[in-house]
């Protein structure tokens, strides 16, 4: 059969959507193509979710092996750390993985371009020197980290570099007050760093539950982190080897190293987006409708290149809708309203659903349950830290609206409360399900209480 287009899809961006999409689009006989310049498996295999989430395992070992002196172990002294080993063995692990990724790619039948690719006009891509037509095209290239501009820019590094640092600093200043910075201020103080955490706003993570974050907040305090809220770097000067990060109020830190944790911006620069008709906000991000279409009819845009929600599970859900759309019966579809999630932080944090802050301004009889109690491991093992778990109710129709939890292991329990919320239980529900003992979840189903 003569063929009009060279592809029928074309993938710029092997990320978590990229990649979903081109396996999804060729297991349906679709001719596909995949082009990536920079790593595969995109932010979340490389710079993101997975390396991160190693490192907060190799950084809760020292309050692990202290615990464990409750339990009889004796390690004399606390074993030290040796970075390299830990970052080196990180780094064979995203590697095993970006093999996997090629596999997954190669085996689906798509081809895979390992270059940048370009839009040369709406039905054409431009990749190592050859203009390819598709009649689709897919951008799902990501985002990349936003630094603000300010004195000393050049001397902070984002996440992207601190999977690679060729030292573990001894004392660190950390901006932001979102996921990132809230991540990885847990990961340096974990691994001994004297970590410094900069925010310009009065509390972290300030789209969640405010008794919850506050939460957090005090856990990382305990642990060790110093907070500076309500404040902004003024400047960064290099003094032999140590950096001095001044504040708006004039304290000066010291520090060998200035993480910017300050969001991310879409990566739609110098992709010849304005060699179609697809529309970007001011920020670079793409817009598109409820199918991922661009203004373009033959241009597609999902995951974190269109800034909704930037989670990997929501762009891999997002390629699912849109090749069920392209391809299928169209019978997929995401709901952005019940998303579960977890920040990784120390102590971990995991949610789904409206806060109360959110559910009180929908709703006019929001009942609050909240449990609040020791850890087990910690009855031998000692430590201060305590759980927060808390259910947002619809006193009207009895519906779990949210669910949110602080405290170890709330993101294995928080995904399957997202089913439950998901599903429109009600608090009767969650009552009436038997709790598993001895455990943290169980709480979730015996919180008789309420507390407003
Ligand atoms: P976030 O948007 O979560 O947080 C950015 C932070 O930087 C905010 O506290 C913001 O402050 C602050 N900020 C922004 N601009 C400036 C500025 N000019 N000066 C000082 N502070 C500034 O972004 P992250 O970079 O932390 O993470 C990006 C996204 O990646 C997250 O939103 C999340 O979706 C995803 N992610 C998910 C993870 C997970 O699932 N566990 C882990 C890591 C990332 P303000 O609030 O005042 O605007």
């Not at 074309?10 to 959507?17: C, D, L, Q, R, T």
């Not at 200043?173 to 900069?198: D, K, Q």
């Not at 405010?210 to 005090?218: D, L, R, S, V």
């Not at 409206?354 to 910690?378: G, H, W």
Request: glycine content about 10%.
């Amino acid at each position: 059969m003569l063929r009009k287009y060279d592809y029928d899809l074309f993938v710029i961006g092997a990320g978590s959507g990229g990649v979903r999409a081109a396996r999804m689009a060729a297991s349906k006989g679709k001719k596909v193509a995949v082009a990536e310049e920079r790593y595969l498996g995109g932010t979340c295999v490389n710079v993101g979710c997975v390396p991160k989430k190693l490192f907060v395992y190799a950084s809760q070992f020292p309050e692990l092996y202290k615990a464990s002196e409750g339990f009889g172990w004796n390690f004399k002294t606390m074993p030290s750390l040796d970075w390299k080993i830990l970052r080196n063995n990180k780094t064979k692990e995203i590697e095993r993985l970006n093999g996997i990724y090629q596999d997954l790619i190669e085996h689906s039948g798509a081809d895979l371009f390992n270059s940048r690719a370009t839009i040369a006009g709406p039905n054409n891509v431009t990749v190592n020197k050859t203009t390819y037509s598709a009649e689709t095209i897919l951008v799902a290239t990501g985002g990349w980290p936003f630094v603000p501009d300010f004195q000393g820019k050049e001397f902070a590094v984002t996440s992207n570099e601190m999977f690679y640092l060729e030292e573990l600093p001894k004392k660190a200043v950390v901006v932001g007050g979102g996921y990132i910075a809230v991540e990885f201020a847990g990961i340096l103080n974990g691994l001994g760093v004297e970590t410094h955490l900069v925010y310009r706003g009065p509390r972290l993570l300030k789209s969640f539950d405010k008794e919850m974050t506050n939460k957090i907040c005090e856990g990382m305090q305990r642990k060790g982190v110093h907070f500076h809220f309500n404040s902004e770097i003024r400047r960064i000067t290099k003094t032999s080897g140590s950096l001095n990060v001044t504040l708006d109020s004039g304290c000066v830190l010291d520090a060998d190293l200035a993480l910017y944790a300050t969001g991310r911006k879409a990566n739609t620069e110098a992709l010849g987006l304005e060699n179609t008709a697809v529309v970007r906000r001011e920020n670079g991000s793409i817009v598109v409708d409820s199918f991922f279409a661009t203004a373009d009819p033959n241009v597609y845009a999902l995951g974190d290149v269109i800034d909704r929600v930037q989670l990997t599970p929501v762009a891999i859900q997002e390629a699912m809708v849109l090749i069920d759309h392209l391809y299928g019966d169209g019978a997929t579809t995401i709901n952005y309203d019940n998303i579960p999630t977890a920040v990784f932080s120390q102590p971990e944090f995991g949610s789904v659903g409206l806060s109360e802050e959110k559910a009180s301004e929908r709703y006019t009889d929001v009942q609050i349950f909240v449990s609040e109690f020791r850890p087990m491991l910690q009855t031998l093992g000692g430590g201060g830290e305590r759980i927060l778990m808390k259910l947002v109710v619809d006193g009207e129709t009895d519906l779990v609206l949210g669910c949110h939890m602080v405290g170890e292991h709330a993101a294995e329990i928080i995904q399957g409360m997202g089913i439950a919320v998901t599903a429109g239980a009600t608090k009767a529900q969650f009552d009436a399900t038997v709790g598993i003992h001895p455990s943290a979840a169980e709480e979730f189903v015996t919180m008789r209480s309420q507390v407003r």
